[in-house]
């Protein structure tokens, strides 16, 4: 099976190829990045994680995208346009208007967005002329929107995936004290804004024994973000990123800045050695306050599980269930259906399909439609060039809410990034 890896010089890729090494499926890897440099470092980081193994996959790697793409069976979208500088730029810019700068929720996520949609079409084109039997699965965020961009070309054969909801449900097993593998999960929303609001074991729900019990439910990570008592007024366990809208704040830190310094020493000198522990301070850095005792999460592995399960059961036809960004059909009563969403799936190798689930509450259906809608006219403005529909994004979204302060940013992100010309 051949697997082409876009955005190949990135720093995850390691975590996705000492996956490989586990199931010998995968017999040859082609990684793709406009950075040859890049490409070159995490290609030696390889050759050391493979050490020898009998199932490693053959490694090779290219900046020719139409090489990469022809004919692979999977492609895995991991690309970041603009790079950690641009994301940077996202953050000062945000930060100075007094809003968020994360690159998924708000006006960097908006401007991450901008940029990134035009490319993720042309490759959307691409893997439907050159391997139109392909599976993508994207890794690129903002995984829903980029996903739903790309789903307009690829239909079904394109699939988002996001370790937070694994991670979630398997705290929250954790902390009931269930076995993750045979409970049954009650999870939806949008990529980065979902709820778990079910936990069945053997067909009884679990998770109110979860939210009556404050211990237990501040021995994790959502519940020290949001505390006992929003999650029991809830009635359910949101997604780590929902506190950005909770409880809303502009992030006095700049994570871009962070990371871009950090994988500079990486790249600078790359080893196997040195890319383990840059991966651990990474992950130990983010959330920090609320990963407190929580290593095993940091070392269990995310995006790299989700996605081999994902593309294990396609290939092979195992059926499993997994949580997914998927078009939403008729899953979610008050979402377009052709809108991407995150909600259980079964998955087999015809594709991933959504599992019915109950509606979402009042409070939720109303975040998850605003939000939407500025996703929408974020697809917009990159599939059209309107600049008119650029700023309904910006002004419109619940944590800007500010037509002033909407315009200056989208004069601002225009002015920054060459990649948004577009919008001139």
Partial sequence: MRLAIL?????????????????????ELVLHDVDAGRLAAIERVLAEQAGGAANAPRVSTTTDLRAAVSDVDFVFSAIRVGGLRGRQLDERIAHAEGVLG???????????????????????????????????????????????????HLGGRVIGICDSPSGLCRRVARALGVDAATAKFDYAGLNHLGWLRSVR???????????????????????????????????????????????????????????LEQQREFYAE?????????????????????????????????????????????????????????????????????A??????????????????????????????TVKAVERAVLEAATTGSRAAALRAFALHPLVGSVPVGRRLLDAYAAAHPELAYLA
């Fill in 270 to 338: 790359p080893s196997l050695a040195s890319w383990e522990r840059t991966r651990l301070e990474r992950e130990a850095t983010y959330m920090a306050e609320a990963r407190e005792g929580e290593r095993d999460d940091l070392e269990g592995g995310g995006y790299e599980k989700v996605a081999l399960a994902l593309m294990r059961a396609l290939a092979h036809g195992e059926r499993t269930t997994l949580i997914l960004n998927v078009r939403n059909g008729s899953t979610l009563p008050g979402v377009p259906g052709d």
């Fill in 201 to 259: 074991v053997g067909g009884e729900d679990v998770l109110p024994r979860l939210l009556a019990d404050p211990a237990a439910c501040e021995s994790f990570e959502e519940g020290k973000l949001f505390g006992a008592d929003w999650l029991r007024t809830l009635g359910a366990v949101p997604n780590e990123y929902l506190h950005y809208y909770y409880f809303p704040h502009a992030a006095a830190e700049s994570r871009g800045e962070f990371l």
């Fill in 102 to 152: 994360q690159e998924t929720a708000g006006a960097g996520g908006i401007a991450y967005g901008l940029r990134t949609v035009p490319v993720a079409v042309a490759l959307a084109r691409l893997v439907g002329e050159l391997a139109p039997r392909a599976w993508v699965i994207n890794f690129t965020n903002p995984a829903g929107l980029v996903t739903e961009a790309m789903a307009a």
């Fill in 340 to 369: 991407v969403v995150e909600v259980p799936c079964v998955v087999d190798a015809d594709g991933a399909r959504p599992l019915a689930t109950a509606p979402l509450a009042d409070h939720a259906l109303g975040l998850v439609a």
């Fill in 7 to 27: 955005g190949g010089g990135g720093f995850r890729v390691p975590l996705v190829h000492g996956a490989l090494l586990d199931g010998g499926e995968v017999t």
